[in-house]
Nanobody
């Protein structure tokens, strides 16, 4: 059974940094991509950043130049380095894992990131 485990969220001041981690375990499938999404209260879930097995990345415009996504293919672990955090980055951050043989992605439970002004 696939298990998605996120960690690294917390409270940080405006301009600070956090590093999120997500481990996908228990899968017999081939990893295609992993990504981070976020959802703030009253808003839709939005893409923060994604990375595929070949290292190709995609970022939401609102985090470009501030966040960096990276992938450890062997460990099926994705990281999100978040720098120059702003209060508007406050949200629950969710990890998503996509496998080649599975039509639907797997999601983690989410980790709270709060940026105080």
């Amino acid at each position: 059974q696939v298990r998605i485990t996120e960690s690294g969220g917390g409270l940080v001041q405006d301009g600070g940094s956090l590093r999120l981690s997500c481990v996908a375990s228990g899968s017999q499938f081939r990893l295609y991509a992993m990504a981070w999404y976020r959802q703030a209260p009253g808003k839709h879930r939005e893409l923060v950043a994604s990375i595929n097995k070949d290292g190709g990345t995609n970022y939401g415009d609102y985090v470009k130049g501030r966040f960096t996504i990276s992938l450890d293919n062997v460990q099926s672990t994705v990281y999100l380095q978040m720098d120059s955090l702003k209060p508007e980055d406050t949200a629950v951050y969710y990890c998503m894992t996509d496998y080649l043989e599975v039509p639907s992605p797997y999601w983690g439970q989410g980790t709270q990131v709060t940026v105080s002004s």
